[in-house]
């Protein structure tokens, strides 16, 4: 089983920063793998040199099986990117957005004429077909971009992060689309800082902090490898002095942020009981989840 | 390391479906774009020619109308390269992020730049086209050698759309391409022979004008409308070719390092 996207010792930096710091990627055939990571982790860079769009500082990849960016050109004829900013062409309806973009992989228009009506039926979009770009909404701007990316029936698609900015129906609807490609034996690579889309969508994961790769896994076993499995979330006005005094007593660790204390613990027992006694404090028991283990990996600070 | 922004252009057909693209949306919008091609070039030399005209007996040897006809043709071509290259090549690049879009795809960047090249020299040939067709009409040139005007619109196209890339490739902003408009196409106009003869300039700018390319495209301009083979066309056409393959050469060099991150 070889890997349809590799990367070893990808470096790359900008003006003396090092944006990706020896970056070790294999992505196999079929899978849907997440990169996790806050704002200026490297991840959008990471792309961009897997694409063969910017050649790396130090390292190599490959992009199913020819190196890049040597040979970037002839592994994007089966590459599909969905970019993290629409840049759909605005003075075009939305099925001459697909012809257009068609001719730029060297297709005939009859060939991609023949596959507008499936692309715009799976982008829920058949009744948009001739309607200029600017009078779309956000996620149907979104799914023609998706279908855009489909035009060329790629192998391995690219996302950055291919539902920011968008509602719970539309990203729902993003969701259905993206599981049908990996049923369909299609490779996907994702950006997202949405947690809940990463672990309902990916096979395997990668939190990236800083240009290097921090932890990587299934949802699950990320979970297991890095954090307690219960998590007590207190809050109230008290609960910062509360965790102060009591936290330590019931829980492995415990995190402080504003008015909220986030008890990480083995067994919620003993703390739950604690806290029905606490008439001033609200709590909520939970199983762990994917952001505690990214808030532990990269830190509750504001990137900006 | 950055040894790769220098690498000579790699050229292929692969800038064609670019080119259609640029095509299908100028055919949206064709009759303002026409409209626009003409009126502004065609308003300055029949005001000019009829106003100053019945002033001035002649002018290097033709009526002052005619005289106009050549320089017109020449600066209505260099403005419209120069417009696309710079507002429309910056939309393209910079707001719709429609390179963005076109360089995912197996296109390079050596491609995208050959056709904004292309497509600007395009508009400069229709806009050629447009004043030379009134030019007949209006009866002011009868050589059938004004033909070659055709060909000399697109070559003074590809060398004002490749000099204003240059610009495209650097500017922060849509600000930035005054500067251009005011401290060389402006001077050009002014300086290359279009309204007058460059040799009525005192000599200093006599020199400068002759190492512009507006002077060259319109040495070889006028010759042509009144049916003469241009004295030293190949050094004229010389002269515009160098522009175009040097601005090329650099623009992509300058984009090549703006788009690497």
């Known amino acids: ?304 | 390391m950055s040894g790769h922004y220098f690498a000579l252009p790699r050229l292929s057909l692969r800038f064609f479906p670019i080119w259609r693209r640029h095509w299908l949306v100028w055919k949206k919008i064709a009759a303002p774009s026409i409209l626009g091609h003409l009126a502004d070039p065609v308003i300055y030399m029949l005001g000019l020619g009829y106003g100053l005209g019945s002033l001035l007996p002649e002018m290097g040897g033709m009526s002052y109308m005619a005289f106009l006809a050549a320089g017109t043709v020449c600066y209505s071509t260099m403005n419209s390269a120069s417009f696309e290259a710079l507002y429309s090549g910056f939309a393209r690049m910079h707001e719709q992020r429609t390179w963005e879009a076109i360089l995912n795809t197996p296109v390079s960047l050596d491609d995208v730049v050959l056709s904004e090249i292309l497509w600007a020299a395009t508009k400069s040939l229709m806009s050629g086209a447009a004043v030379l067709a009134v030019i007949w009409i209006l009866g002011l040139s009868h050589s059938l050698m004004s033909l070659w005007m055709i060909p000399l619109a697109l070559l003074i196209g590809l060398a004002f759309a490749a000099l204003g890339l240059i610009m495209t490739a650097l500017a922060p902003a849509y600000d930035f391409f005054m500067y251009y408009f005011t401290l060389v196409i402006t001077p050009m106009m002014l300086l290359c022979g279009v309204f007058f003869p460059v040799a009525q300039l005192p000599h200093g700018f006599q020199v400068v004008a002759g190492a512009l390319p507006l002077t060259h495209a319109v040495d070889l301009a006028r010759p042509l409308m009144n049916g003469v083979i241009p004295p030293q066309a190949v050094l004229h056409i010389g002269v515009l070719l160098a522009y175009a393959l040097a601005a090329f050469y650099i623009s992509l060099v300058l984009f090549r390092r703006r788009l690497s991150r």
């Open chain 1, 1 to 304: 089983m070889n890997a349809v996207i590799k990367a070893t010792g990808l470096q790359k930096s900008y003006d003396g920063n090092r944006v990706v710091d020896g970056l070790d990627l294999a992505i196999h055939r079929g899978e849907c793998f997440g990169l996790l990571g806050p704002n200026g982790a490297g991840k959008t860079t990471t792309l961009r040199m897997l694409l063969g769009l910017i050649a790396p500082d130090a390292g190599t990849a490959t992009l199913l099986d020819l190196p890049v960016p040597q040979a970037a050109r002839e592994a994007r004829i089966r590459v599909g990117v969905v970019p993290q900013m629409d840049n759909l062409d605005p003075d075009f309806s939305v099925a001459e957005n697909l012809l257009v973009y068609g001719r730029y992989f060297g297709m005939h228009d009859s060939e991609i004429k023949a596959r507008i009506p499936d692309l715009l039926e799976f982008a829920s979009l058949t009744h948009k077909r001739d309607a200029k770009v600017p009078t779309l909404s956000g996620g149907m701007k979104r799914r023609l971009t998706l279908a855009r990316a489909l035009v060329n029936d790629p192998d391995v698609i690219f996302l950055d992060e291919p539902t920011t900015g968008l509602d719970p129906q539309a990203r729902h609807l993003i969701w259905q689309r993206l599981r049908e490609l990996t049923q369909q034996g299609k490779t996907l690579l994702l950006t997202t800082h949405f947690m809940d889309e990463a672990e309902r969508l990916c096979h395997r994961l990668a939190v990236m902090d800083n240009g290097k790769l921090i932890s990587e896994g299934s949802p699950r076993e990320l979970i297991e490898s890095n954090i307690e499995p219960q998590v007590v979330e207190v809050y109230g006005e008290t609960a910062a002095q509360w965790a102060g005094a009591c936290a330590a007593g019931f829980a492995h660790r415990f995190e402080v942020s504003g008015e909220s204390a986030f008890c990480y613990v083995n067994d919620a027992q003993p703390l739950v009981a604690h806290l029905q006694t606490q008439s001033a404090l609200r709590y909520l028991h939970r199983p762990a989840n994917l952001e505690d283990v990214f808030l532990k990996l990269t830190g509750r600070e504001m990137r900006e």
